[in-house]
């Protein structure tokens, strides 16, 4: 069984100061990760993702996470925020070998990014 | 290359109704999910197909819901007498057959 949790539902940051968002999951397996971005009433867009290779992930838009076995997280972070990063951003976990590959979704964060 | 494509965009049923939910996936994608959100939460799983066969319907609800990916045309979510907790995002998700997964836009389904 697998379970992502996003220890934080909303986030606000001031534009132009770093951005951290938590996530810690459980896998039985070696599981693979990934950070998702919803901005309002629009689809998925994959930020980035981590399938055991370097455990420091960079994806778009400035974005990096960092995979930590040891405390089962991967927290999603930005350096400096800016106003269109304001949106719902997922922490999702799959199993690597599992068929299908179907994902489970944490409960999101949603991010505020203040002028 | 196109993306997956979701018809259609915004979907309104009165209770007792019948909906259907369309998803291309993307040129040469032979897996497809469906995942449903509801307001305030995360995306939750219902089923997985590759052509003509539906491979983990695992979390899809016993009654009313199906889902088909024939061998020509798009994948149907159909959901049968609708009620108004049926309300919810739908999003269809293609994949190659590798981890990554790529996301529609989305119908969203209001019962009134």
């Known amino acids: 069984a697998q379970s992502v949790t996003q220890l934080d539902s909303h986030v606000s940051v001031s534009e132009g100061t770093p951005v951290l968002l938590r996530c810690n999951y459980s896998s039985s397996y070696s599981p693979s990760l990934f950070w998702y971005v919803q901005h309002p009433n629009k689809g998925l867009q994959l930020l980035l993702k981590?399938?055991?290779?370097?455990?420091l992930v960079k994806g778009i838009n400035g974005f990096e996470a960092e995979f930590k076995k040891s405390e089962t997280s991967f927290h999603l972070t930005k350096p400096s925020a800016h106003m269109s990063d304001a949106a719902e951003y997922f922490c999702?976990?799959?199993?690597?070998?599992?068929?299908?590959?179907?994902?489970?979704f944490g409960g999101g964060t949603r991010v505020l990014v203040k002028p | 290359n196109a993306g997956v494509m979701q018809n259609p965009r915004h979907l309104v049923r009165r209770r007792g109704q019948e909906a259907r939910l369309r998803c291309s996936p993307m040129k040469g994608h032979s897996h497809v999910y469906w995942y449903r959100q509801l307001p305030e939460e995360g995306l939750k799983f219902m089923v997985y197909?590759?052509?003509?066969?539906?491979?983990?319907e695992s979390g899809m609800p016993k009654e009313r819901f199906s889902a088909e990916f024939p061998k020509e045309g798009p994948s149907i979510l159909r959901i049968q007498q609708v009620v108004r907790g049926d309300s919810a995002a739908y999003f269809c998700?293609?994949?190659?057959?590798?981890?990554?997964?790529?996301f529609g836009p989305g119908t969203r389904l209001t019962v009134t």
């Open positions: 998700a293609s994949s190659p057959g590798a981890n990554e997964q790529y």
């Open positions: 197909l590759q052509k003509e066969n539906i491979i983990d």
């Open positions: 981590y399938t055991s290779a370097a455990t």
């Open positions: 999702v976990v799959t199993l690597v070998a599992a068929a299908g590959n179907k994902l489970t």
